[in-house]
């Protein structure tokens, strides 16, 4: 057990003791290799499932909105809890999204912020593996990982070859605000970011829209990728509205491509790059290269990165007189 | 791209604000100013009742250009509907074009009450900016 | 192969508008094709799936009387969030629909044979009732029954449905009417009163007899005390169940409730077969 | 039974034989991963894979199918696929997983004719399990590694050759119309064959279902549904995935006065799927869709089929966004 997990256990485990939370979302070890997944955890003596470890990838804030709402559905009226949350960087810039838009109850909430290392990605060790997940993972050796595939082949893969995109990219590892720390040392912030966006924006037009085609292709539309954000806690999404109906519901492209536009343009100004959905996709959609186009936009445009206060207006609540308007065309 | 194609008009739908460029189009009529007869008009309230989804919805229902015309900034009826729209047409237009569409298929544009002969310029360039584009394909329904 | 997914073609005949707030609609449906129509045999309590193109399809209780052989009829609610309810009430007379059909099993007449029937009927949920009572009122088949007592009751007196034939019944003497409405108008001169309290306060017997009742949720909720406190086994309590379905034939899923399918083993269902089900129905 | 024997690169003159008269389907490895793709003579077919994603339920029961177009007011039926297929490569937890959809599509009343005449016009040849994932379970569920049921022919892979064996009269007939390909096996080869298969049989992992269908007859009320579905985020991956699962829904797509009908697969974990007009809905939470999901399948379906609608392949589990694992959700019931 690592040190991180034990001052996790601990604080936790006060929490409880002084009767602070009724429930704290954490992660525990999964069912397969490389997965740590979310649980709840409701008294101290659970706590020792709790852990820490480079596989808590799910951004956990996504439960957020779903535990106060929970409440809704029960028969018999009871307060609504006292929730903690265990939050890298990009969780916690999730809760303040949620709390700016008024979805989780303040007073009820407590972060505890952890020193966040960076996240393994297990598509890209399957993508390492030729496809097929590993069968057994022996750690992390001199910031290699060892795997064993499930025809028994051992292999080791570099960590940074199979640190999340995210994670590479990360502007920032540590939960700032968080009401509680556990200390540690987080990754160091990534400042050259956008690199792919800008080699996209530079393909030609029809490029462009091949590479769209082809991602959109895969879809299957099971909306993992809506039900995996935080920011997507709307309780009709526009692709289930009947009147008006916006989508057909069958498979075909435009249809697929409009579910796709109208999710990512509604995190405009939200999305914080956590790439919870990408990582819930089960077909691979590169949804970062779409997602992302719309942060750096919005920070080029705006001068605005969503999740850092609670108190500034997102940038489509409000305006400048002197927003850009080059875009407008003139006869 | 696809220039010639006999005979064939592009539809382009217009949604025009109530207030300013409504009243623009409607100067140009009474006017009796020529302009290209492309245009499926569609009044809003304000180019900030303009959900992305009209446009993108339009364009998978067949449209070959989607137009978005609202006050100049300043002159909003409801103050800054069309400040607070700018926004989200900035980023919109961006992203259109970002996933391959040609930028020329969504335009957005100011024109004021009184500025009949703007409009029909408007429309003038925008028709003759789709014509040149061709068909939409992209992002439309397939056939039936 | 035939495609058991394909609608048969009707024209709308006639169109009732069945209340004041105008979202209830009966719809008379005729056969485009002979063959249709000689195919479509139908008993009171089953539903077909009515489709309109390029909005969908709806299951609606068909409310005409399988004696009533010259025409089909359908009562439809049309609701805000309703695609295929909206889109037909957006039609005329003369337009055409399909029809898929007919599904679900039906009441239970042939036990209903020689006994007295009580129906209790609550809102809209009256019309697969109404075709019960025209059926068992049409002159072949009355004998059959003994007493037939109705209760029905609406929200107001402009939202009780089948007006005509409420007050033509009212003035026969086979069968003992109590219509009854929530809350009345200056207008209003019958009784009002909720369905469960105008059935305590009737009390009919529940000797040789069986009860079918259908209505909202919460009606079928608070009717089913009263109805057993008179003596009525949960064997001799009859109701119809609704749900969401896409197919009609037991394969898509929706309807599922434990191992049965409500399109298929329903929607006529007794109320001690609701007690068996695990989930809660109302 | 009739066995033969097929060098690993005679598969391509079997492929040819195949293009005359239909379409011969395999798994290749493309850019977008392994997929069940239309192959050629000259494609290279893959034989090293565990599984691939897409359930073989998409190749009879597509994701959209069209089942009849109107126009102004008439409307028209959509002729059925004649088109003659041989399915190459699925597993056969996933062939098993056919005859369980054959129960729902097919029945005395009611048939699909969509789903009934690809079935009718496809060969099923099922490749036997070596590399059992880490996911698969489907010894605990009356699937194996080298299961014959739902295959036409069962084919394994012994050193640098394929051993075709058929499991129906349909894929007799098939390898009888192909002398020329198939080769006698030896002893050898069949020794060879039942090694592998014992091999892959002991690697599947098991978990004890016995009394499953009893204990969740018992537990529909149980707290369990609330603690196990906290964690789910309530998206379709789990059921889209799954092989077995046939829910749909019927749609219409109109585009100016010309439409379509659509059969349309659906999820059970949708809040949306039992939405009534109305407004209301019998099953509002996830605990009720997650409790639905799976008396489905290991209560429900065996009551009404006599079979548990799970061929243990594993893809909820290894798909799944949260890593929720039905396998500890079964584990719980029985506890």
Not at chain 1, 296 to 312: A, N, T
Not at chain 3, 107 to 123: M, T
Not at chain 3, 170 to 178: H, K, V
Not at chain 4, 71 to 88: G, N, Q, R
């Amino acid at each position: 057990m690592n040190n991180i997990e034990i001052k996790l256990k601990d604080l936790v485990k006060d929490l409880f003791a002084g009767e602070k939370i009724d429930v704290l979302i954490g992660y525990e070890n999964g069912s397969l290799p490389l997965r740590s997944r979310p649980c709840f955890v409701h008294s101290a003596g659970e706590v020792d499932r709790l852990v820490w470890n480079s596989y808590c990838t799910n951004n956990l804030a996504v439960y957020l909105p779903r535990i106060f709402q929970r409440q809704e559905h029960k028969k018999e009226e009871t307060p609504p809890p006292r929730v903690g949350i265990i939050a890298k960087g990009c969780d916690a810039r999730s809760v303040v999204g949620l709390l700016k838009e008024n979805q989780v109850i303040k007073e009820n909430i407590i972060v505890i912020g952890m020193p966040c290392s960076g996240m393994i990605d297990p598509a890209k060790v399957e993508a390492a593996l030729d496809g097929a997940g590993p069968y057994s993972c022996q750690g992390e050796v001199d910031g290699s990982l060892e795997v064993t595939t499930s025809s028994g082949e051992k292999k080791r893969l570099k960590r940074e070859e199979v640190t999340a995109e995210a994670c590479l990219e990360c502007s920032h590892p540590l939960a700032e605000g968080a009401d509680l720390q556990i200390e540690g040392e987080p990754k160091e912030a990534c400042d050259e970011r956008y690199e792919k966006i800008r080699e996209f924006e530079a393909k030609s037009t029809e490029e462009r829209w091949q590479s769209f085609v082809k991602e959109i292709s895969k879809c299957i539309r099971c909306y993992a990728c809506r039900q995996a954000c935080p920011n997507c806690y709307c309780k009709i999404c526009f692709v289930d509205q009947t009147k008006p109906r916006w989508i057909g519901a069958s498979d075909e492209l435009s249809n697929v491509m409009i579910y796709h536009i109208g999710r990512i343009f509604h995190q405009a100004g939200r999305c914080v790059e956590c790439d919870a959905c990408v990582h819930a996709c089960p077909m691979d959609i590169d949804l970062r290269l779409f997602t992302q186009k719309l942060v750096k936009d919005v920070k080029e445009l705006f001068d605005y990165v969503p999740g850092l206060s609670v108190e500034e207006l997102p940038p489509l609540w409000t305006f400048k007189q002197d927003d850009s308007q080059s875009f407008i065309t003139e006869p | 791209m696809n220039k010639t194609v006999d005979n064939w008009e592009p539809k382009i739908v217009a949604f025009l604000c109530n207030w300013c460029s409504y009243a623009g189009a409607d100067l140009a009529g009474v006017s009796r100013l020529q302009y290209p007869p492309n245009l499926r008009v569609i009044r809003v309230p304000c180019s900030g009742r303009i959900n992305p989804l009209y446009i993108v919805k339009a364009l998978q229902q067949g449209v070959d250009g989607v137009l978005v015309s609202g006050c100049h900034p300043g002159d909003c009826h409801y103050i800054s509907g069309n400040l607070v729209a700018r926004r989200k047409f900035a980023l919109l237009k961006n992203f259109l074009a970002y996933l391959g569409i040609e930028p020329e298929r969504v335009q957005f544009s100011w024109v004021s009450a009184s500025e009949g002969s703007r409009f029909a310029a408007l429309i003038e360039k925008v028709v003759d900016e789709v014509k040149e584009l061709g068909p939409a394909k992209k992002l439309v329904k397939k056939g039936l | 192969m035939a495609n058991p997914y394909f609608p048969k073609l009707v024209t709308i005949e006639k169109i009732t508008i069945e209340n004041e707030a105008r979202d209830l609609k009966t719809f008379r449906l005729a056969f485009c094709n002979r063959d249709d129509k000689k195919s479509f045999k139908y008993e009171c309590g089953q539903f077909a799936m009515l489709s309109v193109p390029g909005a969908g399809e709806s299951p609606i209780g068909i409310a005409s009387s399988p004696l009533d052989e010259q025409y089909l009829e359908f009562t439809v609610k049309c609701y805000p969030t309703g695609v295929v309810t909206t889109a037909l009430h957006n039609l005329e007379e003369g337009a055409r629909i399909g029809v898929r059909g007919p599904y679900g099993n039906s009441f239970p007449l042939k036990e209903l044979e020689r006994k007295n029937v009580l129906i209790v009927g609550g809102g809209f949920a009256f019309t697969t009732l109404r075709s019960t009572i025209r059926y068992m009122l049409n002159e072949k088949s009355r004998a059959r029954f003994e007493n037939i007592t109705v209760i029905y009751g609406a929200r107001s007196p402009g939202e009780l449905i089948y007006k005509p034939e409420l007050k033509e019944w009212e003035e026969r003497d086979e069968i003992e009417m109590y219509v009854t409405v929530d809350r009345g108008d200056e207008d209003w001169k019958g009784r009002e009163g909720f369905v469960p309290a105008v059935l305590q306060e009737i009390a009919p017997s529940s000797e040789n007899a069986i009860v079918l009742v259908c209505g909202p949720p919460i009606m079928l909720k608070f009717t089913m005390l009263p109805l057993l406190d008179l003596g009525f086994s949960p064997d001799r309590i009859i109701t119809s169940l609704e749900r969401r379905m896409s197919c009609g034939i037991g394969k898509c899923g929706r309807c599922n409730i434990g191992t049965m399918y409500v399109c298929k083993d329903g929607p006529v269902l007794s109320y001690k077969q609701i007690q068996e089900l695990s989930e809660e129905i109302f | 039974m009739l066995q033969g024997l097929i060098k690993k690169e005679d598969l391509k003159k079997l492929i040819a034989s195949v293009k005359k008269e239909g379409t011969f389907y395999g798994l290749i490895r493309g850019s977008e991963g392994l997929s069940l793709s239309e192959l050629g003579p000259d494609d290279e077919v893959t034989l090293d894979y565990s599984n691939f994603k897409m359930p073989p339920k998409r190749q009879f029961f597509p994701f959209s199918e069209v089942i009849c177009t109107y126009e102004d007011e008439s409307m028209t039926d959509l002729p059925l696929s004649e088109e003659k297929a041989v399915i190459f490569g699925v597993r056969p937890c996933d062939a098993l997983s056919l005859l369980y959809l054959d129960k729902i599509f097919i029945d005395e009343k009611f048939t699909d004719p969509y789903y009934r005449s690809r079935r009718d016009n496809s060969l099923i040849i099922s490749l036997a399990c070596r590399e059992p994932l880490k996911t698969c379970f489907c010894t605990s569920v009356g699937a194996s590694p080298a299961g014959k049921k739902g295959a036409d022919i069962l084919a394994f892979e012994v050193k640098d050759s394929l051993l075709f064996e058929a499991c129906s009269e349909k894929g007799t007939r098939f390898m009888e119309n192909y002398p020329a390909i198939f080769k006698k096996p030896g002893k050898a080869d069949i020794k060879a064959r039942d090694e592998e298969v014992s091999a892959a049989e002991k690697r599947v992992q098991t978990i004890d279902l016995s009394g499953i269908t009893e204990k969740l007859q018992g537990c529909f009320d149980s707290p369990l549904w609330e603690e196990i579905s906290q964690r789910c985020l309530g998206c379709g991956v789990c059921t889209y995935t799954c092989p077995t699962c046939h829910c749909f829904g019927l749609y219409d797509e109109k585009v100016e006065l010309k439409g379509r009908r659509i059969r349309v697969q659906d999820s059970c974990m949708f809040p949306s799927f039992t939405l009534e007009a109305s407004g209301h809905n019998p099953r509002t939470s996830n605990e009720e869709r997650m409790r639905q999901r799976i008396m489905h399948k290991f209560r429900y379906t065996v009551e009404n089929f006599e079979d548990i609608f799970c061929v243990g392949c594993g893809r909820c589990i290894s798909n799944c966004p949260v890593n929720m694992d039905i396998r500890e959700t079964l584990a719980e019931v029985i506890k």
